[in-house]
C-alpha cells in the first residue's frame, strides 16, 4: 500500500516537473485562433480555430492556443485556404525560390508550363525542389509547343511519323513524371503551326493518365468561337477536361461578345465534357511582340523572320497583313500597345508603340508604328502589355461558376520593366476591387474561384479547403483592406492587407515580413 502511494507520489512530482519545463501540454506545430474560416467551399464562413500538425490541418474547432508550439491570433481576419495559381509561367522560379510576388498575393501553389512553354522533363523539373526548396509548391504541365521543338524544331509543316513519335513519347514520359495535363499555345511559334488532329492526337495520352488539355486558344479576338470549338472538340474526341487559359475577347470589335463566349462553354458543358476557365482580373493582356507578326513569318525562329523581312517584297507583305489584322481587331493603330520590357532601348519601357514612333520619326501614322515594331521585332523582340479588353467582357466571365483566379505571370523581381500588374496583384485585385467594392462576388465565391476549384479541375486532392487531414495552405487577411496596389504605371507594388501565409505548415509571409522558409513541395499528378 505504501509503495503504491510512493509511486502515485513520484508520477505526480514527476508531472509537476514537466509542466514547470512546459507550460502547456504541446499538441499542434501552430495554432490559429479566432479567424472568420472562409474553407474553400463557397459556403458562408464560421469561426473556429485551426491546429496545425506536421503540415497538415489537424484540428479545427475550439482550440486553446497553448496547445500549439506557436500560435497566431487572427482576430478580425479572414482565414482562407491558400491561392491556387493554375496559370503561371515560372519555369525560371529556381532562380527566385521566395516567389514573394506569388506569396505577397497569398498564392500558396503554382501551376507552370502553360501556353504550350514547359520544361521537357517534368521529372527532372520537379526534381529540383530537393536541391533548390522552395516557398511554394510546384505542379507543371507539359507543353506541346515544347515538345514539338524539341521533336522537329520551330518549323511551319506536319510532323513525319517519326517526329510524332517523338512527341508522344515526350508528352507520356511527362505525364509519368507528374505533369498534370498537357498544354497548348497555338499563337506561338512552335505551336501555332499544329493541326488540330495533332493535338487531339497527343491528347488521347494524355487522357490515359487522367491529366487535363489546358489551352491558350489559336485565336482569342475575331475567331474566338472558332477557336473555343477546336478546344472543345479536342476534349470531346479524346476524352479529357478542358481548361481554357486566361478566358477573354481581345479584339475591338469583338467586345460585348462573351455571351456567345460563355455560351458555347456552357453548351459543352451540357454535353458533359469538362470545361472550366481561368482569368486575370484586368482589361489588358501580355505577351510578346511578335504576337503581331503574322505566323507564317516566324517559322524556324527570330533569325530565319529577320532574314525573311530583309526581303522588301516580304516586308511589304508583312506590314499589308499586319494593317489587316489591326483593322479587323477594331483598333485604329497601336497606342494600345505598351512596352513591358525592351532590352535594347530601356526607355521604351512603359511606353505605347504609338509614343515610341512618335519620338522616333516625328510622326504616328500606322505605317510608321508598324516600322517600328518590325524594328524592335529585328532587335531582339520585347514584352508587351496590350490594353486589348472591355470591363464588361472582364466581369461577366468572372461571375461565371466554372471561372477561377489565375495570374498568368512569372516569377518577379522589382527592376526596370514596366510588367502587366497581375503578377503583383491579380488575387487581392479580385478580393478588393470586385468583392468589396463592386459587390460583383460574395468573399466565399472570390474565395472558391481560387482554391476548391483548381484543386478540384488540376486534381490536388488534399489541397484548396481548409478541412482536417489537408494539407495546411493556407492565407490570413483583412477583408476591409485587402487589395491590389499594383498599377499598371507602378506595378512593381504588393498588395494591401495579407498578413500571413503558411504552405505545408511553414510560415512564408509571417506579420507582412517574407521568412525565408521553403517549404514548397513538388505537386506530381496522381492517376489512380
Ligand atoms: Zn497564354
Redesign the pocket.
Known sequence: MLAVVATVMVFVLGLNQLQSAHPAVVNFDLVVTNGRIVDGTGNPWFRADIGIKDGRIARIGKIDPAHGSRSIDAKGQVVAPGFIDVHTHVESIYSLPAAENFVRMGVTSLVTG??GSSATDVGQFLGRIKEKPLAVNLATLIAHGSVRREAMGSNDRVPTPEETKKMEALVEQGMKDGAVGLST?LIYVPGTYAKTEEITNLARIVARYGGIYAT?MRNEGEFVADAIRESIQIGEQAGLPVEI??FKISSKKMWGQTPMTIGLVRDARARGLMITVDQYVYTASS?SLDSRLPTWLRAGGPEEGKKRLADKATREQVIKEMKEALKRSGFKDYSYARVANYQTDKSFNGKSIAEITKQAVGKSDVSNQIEQILTMYESGGAGMVYHSMNEDDVQRILREPFTMIAS?SGVREVDESVPHPRGNGNNARVLGRYVRELHLLSLEDAIRKMTSLPAQTFGFRDRGLVREGFAADLVIFDEKVVGDRATFEMPHQYPAGISYVLVNGGLVLANNEMSGERPGQALRHSNN
Do not use: F, L, R
Request: net charge negative.
Open positions: 502553360n501556353c499555345g491558350h487559359s486566361h505577351t498568368d
